[in-house]
């Protein structure tokens, strides 16, 4: 595996950031601001200077502020992507057998503890290196972190070795891989410039390309629990991802898939990683399920291991029904000082000892399970931060005992918090007071469900 570590691509200018004059923060955030583009120069130097000291975490933010609110156009936020790619170091694989998967977040999502051991069951190598939660929704790096003593800190030539040795592995992102991402990343997290199209791409692909995967599988979540909130801007998300990845010379596919309400039943570190160890036995949610197996199928169609994305979806379809996505997971954890006996005793796993119900108000099914409240409950009992800084309570969860389409009975449980003693009266008034704003249940059956919205592929890299 050859690496670099440059400043910027070979197409941009040459010059380096320690030979130009500085430029005044102030100025370019009042430039940006005020709806003007700025040009790579300024973008690059810009965020030099923030790697360096010299612009303060205030200043930042008040640019992200300014990004968000003013948007970038197709430069901006290729010089965006640029600037943070080769902020760190940059991995070379040769290897086509190289995909990774990007979830663009939502309520619920922990789809990649599912997708990448059916991927790599199936020959695909599969490098994942992940961010932490954002907002209302998780990180995948706050979810395997549930599991003791997993080591997510890997270095970059552990990581090296891991996917070479083993052809999968997770970790958090470091300071060797696009470091400004990772600054850039807790700041908007706790600034409210989450849901930006240019930071999302210039985030997702800085960490992607870095990696050095030939392909890539986005899932875009569109709905009231993901960053995007409608099909027109989860489309226009798609398309600059897609564009940016074929700028690089990848192959991408994506897809918009549906949050409307949360994706399967758990939500919180612990009770996910369970859910996905439930689908890979064959059991769990059918949403998670279904969800996966398109995203890891189509993870096999881009390295060139299946004809079609059809038939990658069931050759992993296969794996999971033969249990190799489990055994695979399993050595995963296995390989990075987790537990080795971890898909058989859930009891490893930090779960808060308080279980309290929440009971429908009425018979019927649901027409709405609200899930950015949710989300943003979870936050509030410990299980995502309201600081960058906030260390993460893996216990605490909520699990959705009723779901879709599924018949409720008045008085029943539809959902449990998991949490702790001292956090009993702030359980009981978020259910008294926030009720009617989550769940809605009518008589009908709930509306159809689409899963899969859209979905588009565009192939780069030519496979020999």
């Known amino acids: 595996m050859n690496t670099r570590n440059k400043k910027f691509d070979q197409n941009n200018d040459s010059a380096q950031a320690d030979n130009r004059p500085k430029l005044s923060p102030a100025s370019l955030i009042a430039k940006k601001r005020d709806g003007q583009v700025l040009s790579k120069n300024e973008i690059q130097l810009f965020i030099d200077q923030y790697l360096q000291g010299e612009i303060a975490d205030y200043q930042m933010s008040a640019m992200l502020m300014a990004i968000y609110l003013q948007g970038m156009d197709k430069k901006e936020t290729a010089a965006l992507t640029n600037t943070m790619l080769y902020s760190g170091r940059v991995l070379e694989l040769k290897d086509a057998h190289v995909i990774d998967k990007h979830s663009t977040g939502g309520v619920g999502d922990k789809t990649s503890f599912i997708v990448a051991p059916l991927a790599r069951a199936c020959g695909v190598k599969v490098p994942m290196i992940a961010g932490r939660g954002l907002g209302h929704t998780g990180g995948t790096v706050d979810k395997i972190e549930a599991v003791p003593q997993f080591n997510s800190g890997l270095s970059l030539d552990e990581f090296e070795n891991n996917l070479y040795t083993h052809g999968l592995v997770l970790m958090g992102q470091t300071e060797e891989i696009a470091p400004a991402d990772k600054r850039m990343y807790a700041l908007r997290d706790v600034t409210a410039t989450v849901e930006s199209i240019p930071l999302i791409t210039a985030s997702i692909m800085s960490k992607k390309l870095a990696e050095g995967a030939r392909g890539f599988v986005f899932d875009i979540k569109a709905g009231r629990g993901a960053f995007m909130k409608d099909l027109k801007s989860a489309r226009l998300l798609m398309k600059s991802l897609t564009e940016t990845g074929a700028r690089f010379k990848r192959d991408v596919l994506a897809s918009i898939t549906d949050m409307s309400i949360p994706l399967g039943r758990a939500i919180g570190n612990s009770l996910e990683i369970i859910e996905c160890i ?24 881009l390295a060139g291991l299946a004809k079609t994305h059809s038939d990658g979806i069931k050759q992993v379809t296969k794996a999971l ?30 779960i808060a000892p308080v279980k309290t119900p929440i009971l429908a108000h009425k018979k019927g099914f649901f027409h709405k399970i609200a899930p950015i409240e949710l989300g943003l409950f979870l936050v509030e009992l410990g299980g995502g931060r309201k600081r960058k800084e906030d260390k993460i309570d893996h216990s605490v969860g909520i699990v959705l005992t009723k779901h879709w389409d599924e018949q409720i009975e008045k008085g029943e449980p539809i959902a449990y918090i998991y949490h702790h003693p001292h956090q009993t009266n702030q359980v009981q008034d978020f259910i008294k007071n926030s009720y009617d704003d989550i769940f809605k249940i009518s008589s009908s059956r709930s509306p159809k469900r689409k899963l899969i919205l859209e979905t588009s592929i565009k192939r780069s890299f030519k496979h020999v």
């Open 278 to 301: 439930e689908v890979l036995k064959g059991r769990g949610p059918e949403d998670l399920k279904q969800v996966s197996l398109h995203l890891a199928g189509g993870m096999v169609y």
């Open 321 to 350: 029904h033969r249990g190799e996505g489990l055994s695979w997971f399993q050595k995963m954890i296995t390989w990075q000082n987790g537990p080795d006996n971890l898909v058989d005793h859930y009891e490893i796993l930090p």
